[in-house]
């Protein structure tokens, strides 16, 4: 289980090893605060390891890591998608799909682009609960802007530390109620009938019942959406409540809940024809009335207890519900096949886990030595049904309707963990941190076959390995620090991507192979007056990459690609140039490439060309680059500029096709008055000013070539904040 805490801490600690609860808190940050990219100086916030009483930051930490402020995410968006806050966050591509039935597009260094819905190859976390399941599947849906304290993404070998899929590594964090207590509610409007409407409650006590306090915060949103294009409509209701109580000085439990409901068109990808002609159709869509419902419910504790002045014990339970209906878009033909499991998806998903780690401090010749020994467990139950999207006469069938049952069966996912973490300081410039995480994930599938044509594809597989990982990092002087590291990770298949084996073949493909990976990186951290300059170099090596292998007759099949080489280099800027004003800037380049070719069924030939050697992963932009000049005063007038620029993206493995890079530009401009017990916070924002049409996202490896997800174009938002204090 992940972490509670952050991950500069974390990294200082090795815990990312363990992506455990950490004791980190973020202290001194101004809830008005300008600056979104936190980055150590003395203008940001400062993150605090509380059980150790020492300060570090994120100039300190021998890792590509950024820490983004809740409140600067909130200022002048909608407050409904990641994707509106996370655009300066180099190595970080995330897209906005125009489709809320299939998430976001979000990848770290390429890690998570082949995802063709969900988040894959990038582990999430909210207050140190998965949002990532066993198998690497993931989603961003139960994510509450409106309520979050910080984000951090964390980027290179140690991400890899937190298991299987961990190409990169997000934390989201809930804000603590304070004194005094406060209501607030929120109201934002769109373009393309796009509204959002938020209310929240917070508080704290100094003293309760004989305790040592208590403090509450409770956040609710309802989203509403006709969507840009054709047959994209949304409503999501959300729901996040976190609640702390400290039993003595040394011990605080917190108890968090959360719970989404979601009800989503799915508008498809298009053609190349389409896309350039119609992009705001969705003529299949409409046919089939593709669409989504999601309903979570979950919720965690963590305790924290201080022993002595050497130990500390952390624990985390959690437990949580997610139903899952789609209706997909799959030729009745090819439905009415004898192994086909239909159109319908309906999935039943119980899981739950616990992570419990011990730290000890104490002293190696002369320097500081930390300590930390855990286990993390994780199970998903799955009920998992399938229907026909049609009833009545292949003839004439009225589509869009759940019919006959082709599928049925239950799958279990299990994963134990072990860690050890170490982090010494050897001496006022050198800091070395190592460890070594051990995972063993299982996989268990019982298919109640609905009949002996369709095969028991019943089975069972283990995927096993450990990750050691270790940095160095050497400060050369007051303002610049240099680090080296390394790691390895691994990422397994998922439930969807073993449900079949090439061929039609009955049985689960438990012959798929784990894909490994062993990353390096150099970095620079330099200290630049009121700012910082960040630099990484970096390079990761792939083996047994996961590739589509096929997509026809309603099933999708995979196998292991070869090798594939992820280089890149990633630059971060931010600097105060005035008072209240700064300027960002972060440039990604990125070279991701197959390094062998690799043809299913083998031998290659002019007909069976396969993936040749050097073909461009599909989903990753090259380069990408972003800038802001922003103006933030504590009250009053406020505004922001922010251009933006993604370079092309191929679209399949083939490389056959490509979605063209493009230029964006938005402008907000806002208002913020506080007095006595109120305060108003108002914004106007205008997005792709300059009315460019492009792709906003590619459907990878769509078998039909349908891979253009259109974006809008010129488009605005409104909103307004009030609060009341008591």
Known sequence: MACARGFAAAVLQISVLSATAQDIAVSDAKSNSSSQYSNGNADVPTVIVTGEKRGSSVFG???????IDGADMRNGTMQVNLSESLGGVPGLQIKDRQNYAQDLQLSIRGFGARSSFG????????????????????????????????LEVL???????????SGGAIQVFTEAGTAPATLTTSAAVGSYGTNRYGFQASGASDVLDGMKGMDYL?????????????????????????FGVSLDE????????????????????LSRQQFESAPRSSPLAEQYNTRKTVLQTQGGLLAEKRIDGQNSLNATIYAGQRSTAQFQAIPVSAQLSATSPGAVIDLNRNYDGADIRLTHRTSLAGGPLNLAFGLAYDEMFEHRLGYNNFSGSTVNPILGVQGTLRR???????????????????SERWTADAGLRHSSIRFFSSDHYVSALNGNDSGASRYETYLPAASLLYRASPVLNLYLSSGRGFETPTLNEIAYRPGNVPGLNFSLKAS????TELGLKLKNGQGLMTAALFQTETANEIVTDSNSGGRTTYRNGGRTLRQGLELGWQQHIAPDWDVRAAYSWLDATYRDTVCSPSPCSSVNQGIATGSRLPGVARQTLFGSLNWAPLQGWRGSLEARYVGNVVADDRNTDTAAGYFLASLSLGYHYARQHWSLKAFVRADNLFDRKYAGSVIVNEANGRFFEPAPGRNSSIGTTVAYSF
């Open 250 to 269: 040394s011990s605080k439990l917190t108890l968090i809940m959360n719970r989404v409901d979601l009800s989503a068109q799915d508008p498809l990808g």
């Open 408 to 426: 049925d069966e239950d799958n279990v996912v299990r994963n134990m963990d072990q860690y050890l973490q170490v982090h010494w300081d050897p």
């Open 119 to 150: 988040v894959r190859g990038v582990r999430l976390y909210i207050d140190g609960i998965p949002a990532t399941m066993p198998d690497g599947q993931g989603q961003t849906s139960n994510i509450d802007i409106s309520s979050i304290a910080r």
């Open 61 to 67: 930490t021998a890792a590509s890591l950024n820490l």
């Open 516 to 519: 490994n990976s062993k990353t």
């Open 155 to 165: 980027r290179g070998p140690f991400s890899a530390l937190y298991g299987n899929s």
């Open 218 to 242: 409770l956040s609710g949103t309802r989203f509403i959406t006709d969507g840009y294009r054709q047959h994209s409509a949304a409503r999501k209701n959300l729901l996040n409540a976190k």
